[in-house]
């Protein structure tokens, strides 16, 4: 029996009994739901780590010098969080040490962050992020601005009590007005607004846009950092190889300047965008490597469920075996009616377990800040393995029908 | 003129744990085109062992048997199948036609198998439905049917293909005195177009109606005549 004939013939089967052939086919279909939504749901995460994710809050070619990484996924042993604590701050001075010891070219920012309430006009805005930092900071975060300007070297120098703004903090605290050259109070103190950075977005579903910049050496410092004291020196360098070789010079002035024996760990740390996918990327290796051995197990299921249904269908249909046979059906036309069945029957429960697995994925994406990519590769093995578990369950109940005797299977019931 | 079926010293013989059965022995027997020939006997004589030999559905552990001019004693399976699907057009006394499908799916089947496809294939079986007054039930399934109609829709079945032999068993057991009457009337027309048929039963009054009957006791040959009552 040609293909085509036998795959139409499967579908009228499969039609004929529509209830029970999609409770034959769930394990498939959740089997291949699953391959889909979280092949998509990793590959969402990962392109949303990488563009979005490290690169929001580092940035690519930079990296930090710190005290203790930043960004921390995963477990961190309570033996390693108290070492970390035990490093020295990170100071103007080592700050400047190092800048003056970086040979390659490169932008630097002392940086200092705190969360802390700005208020204006009676109201008040809480957990906003303040940022001590210099004027090249804006350059390295690549922010552009929405209304007004940076504050300048001059004005940093010169500890002058200015803001720049982030655009939620501008809409919530300064509804319709123009924020521009408003004074709001941080900490008590009168900052000047005079610009307003352009829209940022979310990350996880968190504003990126409720924060203040303002020069390190301004007043308010002392909300957010101990004199003298850094939460991080940023560098930034044109591309990977500079910031290689940027990070090394760091490394090894940081390394004289603590007086480091070379048995002794580092005092400090360097935060970089791959750091902090580090985490990411091993979690995502983890669902990657578990993936197949929990798809497998529905499949393997999904399979065994469809070559009980096969069976018990050629002993359901042991008398329509017989009539074909009679009527000069060969030993392969059964097999291949039978075989192409399952497979038909999986095929569908796979093609069904696509949909089911985008739309978990979109879902998932609408519903949670988490994003979501459905990864043409990851349809193709459903389809496949779809396919193959067909295959494979078809295989024995379909050569026990083409082995039936035409003269017994006429007889049955 | 060569015989269509030669069948010599044919034997069939089953074991059934350390018993062994002859079921036919020693059967020789020659049938001719367009022979109307019934196969007689009580139970236990052999008419379905023979029925089941001459149907290529069984192989004879003893003899030869003919068709067409091709040993089919010593076929493999495959090569039988073969043979059922272009020499042999099977009725049987419960029709047993495909429940789900279609008469003319049904009438289709035997075309499936050999190989014919698309328009060509529905073609042949509406014709076939055509010729046995069933053109206008080619889309009702085998439950919408009466049992008159399942029959004919079989008997369209069989004779797609266009065989050397219409092998009916028992073709009127299930179906009440008019409508068996009906269908041996089709049985006697498709003869008198030329058709081989051979019949197997119990029942003298069908037996009658055809142009020679054999009777079988205890899987041998008990007489071998020609019917001159019969109906033509």
């Given at each position: 029996?040609p293909l085509?004939?036998?795959?139409r013939l499967?579908?009228?089967?499969?039609r004929?009994?529509k209830?029970k052939?999609?409770f034959?086919?769930?394990?498939?279909?959740?089997?291949v739901t699953?391959?889909?939504?979280?092949?998509s749901i990793?590959q969402g995460?990962n392109?949303y780590m990488?563009?979005?994710?490290?690169?929001?809050?580092?940035?690519?070619?930079?990296?930090?010098l710190?005290?203790r990484?930043s960004?921390?996924?995963?477990?961190?042993?309570h033996e390693?969080?108290?070492e970390?604590?035990?490093?020295?701050r990170?100071?103007?001075a080592d700050a400047?040490?190092v800048?003056?010891?970086i040979r390659?070219p490169?932008t630097?920012a002392k940086f200092?962050?705190d969360?802390?309430?700005?208020?204006y006009?009676g109201?008040?805005?809480?957990d906003v992020e303040?940022v001590g930092?210099e004027?090249?900071?804006?350059?390295?975060?690549n922010?552009?601005?929405a209304?007004?300007?940076?504050?300048?070297?001059?004005e940093?120098?010169?500890s002058?009590p200015?803001l720049?703004?982030g655009?939620?903090?501008?809409e919530?605290?300064?509804?319709?007005v123009d924020?521009?050259?408003?004074?709001?109070?941080?900490g008590?103190?009168?900052?000047?607004i005079?610009g307003?950075?352009?829209?940022?977005?979310?990350?996880f579903g968190l504003s990126?846009?409720?924060?203040?910049?303002?020069?390190?050496?301004a007043?308010?410092?002392r909300l957010?950092?101990?004199i003298?004291?850094?939460?991080?020196?940023?560098?930034?360098?044109?591309?990977?190889?500079?910031?290689q070789?940027?990070?090394?010079e760091?490394?090894?002035?940081?390394?004289s300047?603590?007086?480091l024996k070379?048995?002794?760990?580092?005092d400090?740390a360097?935060?970089t965008a791959e750091g902090?996918?580090g985490?990411?990327?091993?979690?995502?290796?983890?669902l990657?490597?578990?993936?197949p051995g929990?798809v497998?197990?529905?499949?393997?299921?999904?399979?065994?469920?469809i070559?009980?249904?096969m069976?018990m269908a050629v002993s359901e249909r042991?008398?329509?075996i017989?009539?074909?046979k009679?009527?000069?059906?060969?030993?392969?036309d059964i097999?291949?009616q039978?075989?192409v069945e399952?497979?038909?029957?999986?095929?569908?429960g796979?093609v069904?377990g696509i949909?089911f697995?985008?739309?978990?994925?979109?879902?998932?994406k609408?519903?949670t800040?988490?994003?979501?990519a459905?990864a043409p590769w990851s349809?193709?093995?459903?389809v496949?393995?779809g396919?193959?578990?067909?295959?494979a369950a078809?295989?024995y109940?379909?050569?026990r029908?083409s082995?039936?005797?035409?003269i017994?299977?006429?007889?049955?019931? | 003129?060569?015989?269509?079926?030669?069948i010599?010293?044919?034997g069939?013989?089953?074991?059934?744990?350390?018993e062994?059965?002859?079921?036919?022995r020693?059967?020789t027997?020659?049938i001719?085109?367009?022979e109307?020939?019934?196969?007689?006997?009580?139970s236990?004589s052999g008419k379905s062992?023979m029925m089941?030999l001459?149907?290529?559905?069984d192989?004879?552990t003893?003899g030869?048997y003919w068709?067409?001019?091709e040993e089919?004693?010593?076929?493999?399976?495959?090569a039988?199948?073969?043979v059922?699907?272009?020499?042999?057009g099977?009725?049987?006394q419960?029709?047993?036609?495909l429940p789900r499908?279609?008469?003319?799916h049904n009438?289709?089947?035997?075309?499936?198998?050999?190989g014919v496809?698309?328009r060509?294939?529905?073609?042949?079986?509406?014709?076939?439905?055509d010729?046995?007054?069933l053109g206008?039930?080619m889309?009702?399934?085998p439950?919408?049917?009466?049992?008159g109609q399942?029959?004919?829709?079989a008997i369209a079945?069989?004779?797609?293909?266009?065989?050397?032999?219409?092998?009916?068993?028992e073709?009127?057991?299930n179906?009440?005195s008019?409508t068996s009457?009906e269908i041996?009337?089709?049985?006697?027309?498709?003869?008198?177009?030329?058709?081989?048929?051979?019949?197997?039963t119990?029942?003298?009054d069908i037996?009658?109606?055809t142009?020679?009957?054999?009777?079988?006791r205890d899987?041998?040959?008990?007489?071998?005549?020609?019917?001159?009552?019969a109906?033509?």
């Amino acid at each position: 029996m040609p293909l085509l004939e036998a795959i139409r013939l499967a579908f009228r089967t499969i039609r004929g009994q529509k209830l029970k052939s999609f409770f034959s086919l769930v394990g498939v279909l959740i089997g291949v739901t699953f391959l889909i939504a979280v092949v998509s749901i990793v590959q969402g995460m990962n392109r949303y780590m990488v563009e979005r994710f490290a690169n929001t809050l580092i940035g690519a070619n930079t990296f930090e010098l710190r005290q203790r990484p930043s960004i921390n996924m995963g477990n961190i042993t309570h033996e390693t969080w108290l070492e970390w604590l035990r490093h020295p701050r990170v100071s103007y001075a080592d700050a400047d040490f190092v800048r003056d010891r970086i040979r390659t070219p490169a932008t630097f920012a002392k940086f200092c962050a705190d969360r802390v309430s700005v208020h204006y006009d009676g109201k008040v805005a809480k957990d906003v992020e303040l940022v001590g930092t210099e004027e090249t900071y804006f350059r390295i975060r690549n922010y552009e601005l929405a209304a007004g300007r940076a504050f300048t070297a001059q004005e940093v120098r010169a500890s002058q009590p200015v803001l720049v703004v982030g655009h939620e903090l501008a809409e919530k605290l300064l509804p319709g007005v123009d924020p521009v050259g408003k004074v709001v109070q941080v900490g008590g103190l009168p900052y000047r607004i005079i610009g307003v950075v352009a829209r940022q977005g979310t990350l996880f579903g968190l504003s990126l846009d409720k924060f203040a910049i303002m020069p390190f050496s301004a007043q308010g410092r002392r909300l957010i950092c101990p004199i003298n004291i850094l939460d991080a020196l940023i560098v930034r360098t044109d591309d990977p190889t500079q910031m290689q070789l940027a990070l090394a010079e760091a490394e090894a002035a940081m390394r004289s300047r603590r007086q480091l024996k070379p048995s002794e760990e580092n005092d400090f740390a360097f935060q970089t965008a791959e750091g902090a996918l580090g985490s990411w990327k091993k979690i995502s290796r983890i669902l990657f490597l578990a993936l197949p051995g929990l798809v497998a197990i529905s499949l393997v299921v999904g399979g065994i469920v469809i070559m009980n249904i096969m069976l018990m269908a050629v002993s359901e249909r042991t008398r329509e075996i017989g009539i074909r046979k009679a009527l000069g059906a060969r030993r392969r036309d059964i097999l291949a009616q039978f075989v192409v069945e399952a497979a038909t029957l999986s095929a569908a429960g796979a093609v069904m377990g696509i949909g089911f697995g985008i739309l978990l994925a979109y879902a998932v994406k609408a519903l949670t800040p988490l994003p979501a990519a459905v990864a043409p590769w990851s349809v193709a093995v459903g389809v496949i393995l779809g396919v193959s578990v067909g295959l494979a369950a078809g295989v024995y109940p379909a050569s026990r029908a083409s082995r039936l005797d035409p003269i017994v299977a006429l007889r049955a019931e | 003129m060569s015989a269509l079926i030669r069948i010599r010293d044919l034997g069939r013989e089953y074991r059934m744990g350390d018993e062994r059965i002859l079921a036919l022995r020693g059967v020789t027997l020659d049938i001719h085109r367009n022979e109307y020939l019934a196969i007689m006997g009580p139970s236990g004589s052999g008419k379905s062992t023979m029925m089941n030999l001459l149907g290529c559905l069984d192989t004879p552990t003893a003899g030869e048997y003919w068709l067409n001019g091709e040993e089919v004693s010593r076929l493999t399976d495959d090569a039988l199948a073969r043979v059922r699907n272009r020499e042999i057009g099977f009725v049987f006394q419960t029709f047993n036609l495909l429940p789900r499908a279609t008469s003319l799916h049904n009438v289709e089947l035997p075309l499936v198998y050999a190989g014919v496809r698309g328009r060509e294939r529905r073609e042949r079986a509406a014709a076939a439905l055509d010729q046995v007054g069933l053109g206008h039930r080619m889309d009702h399934r085998p439950s919408e049917l009466s049992g008159g109609q399942r029959q004919r829709v079989a008997i369209a079945r069989a004779l797609v293909n266009q065989p050397s032999i219409l092998l009916a068993d028992e073709p009127t057991g299930n179906l009440d005195s008019v409508t068996s009457d009906e269908i041996m009337r089709v049985f006697t027309q498709l003869h008198a177009g030329g058709q081989t048929v051979i019949m197997v039963t119990h029942e003298p009054d069908i037996a009658a109606r055809t142009e020679r009957v054999v009777v079988l006791r205890d899987g041998q040959v008990e007489s071998d005549r020609v019917n001159r009552g019969a109906a033509a």
